[in-house]
């Protein structure tokens, strides 16, 4: 998706869960933090998966956004085959509004963590922030940028008016 060699893999089940995943893709590009974004199906591409995670610290990336709804297996059978940390972001599933997926992201067994976001658009755009974060823990004008983001937010909270009764 960028030029440079990804740091940041932002995965997803289905290209169904895009109108979601797109807002963690949003902030790296805004952070202009290079990355890639891509369809690995857990169920329905289990060999890409486990290839995707073997491969991904020798590929240089240094976070997994990972998204997924439902029986929402992709971010945890990511951890399990890799030490680079995998952000879980559970995607609103059709009849349980995201909780199954939550469930399935966050209860990871002790020894191999997920991270997990709050489901949805949020959690995706937070599970970026996040990778920008740890990224910016070794990149000075990262963190400025952050930095920045960060006052612009504020600025806008303090800016807020409400209708008059
Ligand atoms: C999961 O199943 C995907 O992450 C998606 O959220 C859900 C439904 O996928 P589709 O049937 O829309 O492809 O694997």
Redesign the pocket.
């Known amino acids: 998706m960028s030029e440079a060699s990804p740091l940041v893999g932002v995965l997803?089940?289905?290209?169904?869960?895009w109108e979601v995943m797109r807002n963690a893709v949003a902030i790296l590009e805004e952070f202009e933090v290079p990355h890639e974004a891509l369809v690995v199906?857990?169920?329905?591409m289990p060999d890409d998966m486990f290839r995707y995670a073997e491969e991904a610290r020798g590929r240089g990336l240094r976070a997994i956004v990972a998204?997924?709804?439902?029986?929402?297996h992709?971010p945890g059978m990511l951890a399990a085959k890799t030490i680079v940390p995998v952000f879980g972001v559970p995607?609103p599933?059709k009849y349980l509004r995201g909780e199954d997926?939550l469930a399935s992201i966050v209860q990871m067994p002790r020894g191999v963590p997920v991270a997990t976001f709050a489901i949805g658009e949020a959690g995706a755009a937070n599970a970026a922030l996040h990778a920008v974060a740890m990224l910016a823990t070794t990149d000075e004008a990262l963190a400025a940028r952050l930095l920045a983001f960060r006052s612009r937010q504020t600025e806008a909270a303090r800016g807020m008016t409400l209708p008059r009764g």
């Open positions: 997803m089940g289905s290209s169904s869960d199906s857990a169920h329905r998204g997924a709804g439902g029986a929402a992709l995607v599933s997926s």
